[in-house]
């Protein structure tokens, strides 16, 4: 783990591709993407199965290993409306249970806007980006805002690190500017959009379970 400052915060970046604010018992998620596998399945389009799974058994292992008393996701809950299909929905409901006393949080996105929000079994409080958390402005666009620090999702970001023999790594990573910081996405099958980085910006990759400055 790695802990910086951000906005007067001390914000850990775990290897699992999220993020945890210590002293609010808060853990960040961006672009979970619930339901992106069967969306795809149901237009015909072969996916590997049991994504969903695999993504709320990485937010569980998260709950234990942080001790988090809420979960804010940076928006992308929910793919599409395909999303709510009967599997997919059962699956939430079971993660939900096992997670009963946990706040949840969603800072709808562009795909929430689509998918509509979680449903009400679910017990999530759903907001419009900004979502105001100390000197924090929790978003899901990477967009800046006057006077607070701005952690958001949607872009999914990636760098490329050079191996031997000119092999090229793509992983994924955490990009911090001056006023931005966006994290990758957590989702299971997502893809990835290279950082475009800039003089002072720091850009922290997810490496063999490790968060590694670059």
Avoid at 183 to 194: D, I, K, Q
Wanted: net charge positive; charged share 20%; with cysteine.
């Amino acid at each position: 783990m790695t802990t910086i400052q951000v906005g007067g915060e001390a914000l850990t970046l775990l290897p699992q591709k999220a993020a945890f604010l210590a002293a609010h018992r808060t853990l960040l998620i961006a672009d979970a993407h619930i339901g992106k596998a069967v969306s795809f399945r149901q237009l015909g389009v072969p996916v590997p199965r049991g994504t969903t799974s695999e993504t709320l058994g990485g937010i569980s292992r998260l709950i234990d290993a942080t001790g988090a008393a809420r979960i804010v996701f940076l928006g992308d809950f929910l793919h599409s409306a395909r999303s709510h299909a009967a599997a997919t929905q059962a699956a939430l409901a079971r993660w939900r249970e096992r997670h009963a006393d946990l706040d949840l949080l969603l800072v709808r996105g562009n795909h929430d806007d689509r998918a509509g929000d979680p449903p009400a079994s679910l017990r999530f409080d759903v907001v419009d980006e900004p979502f105001n958390l100390g000197a924090l402005a929790l978003c899901h666009h990477p967009t800046p805002r006057d006077g607070r620090y701005v952690l958001a999702g949607h872009l999914h970001p990636c760098i490329h690190v050079a191996g031997r023999a000119h092999d090229r790594l793509r992983l994924a990573c955490f990009h911090f500017d001056l006023r931005v910081g966006v994290l990758p996405a957590f989702g299971s099958f997502t893809g990835m959009h290279p950082v475009r980085r800039m003089p002072g910006d720091r850009v922290f990759a997810v490496a063999d379970e490790r968060v590694v400055e670059l």
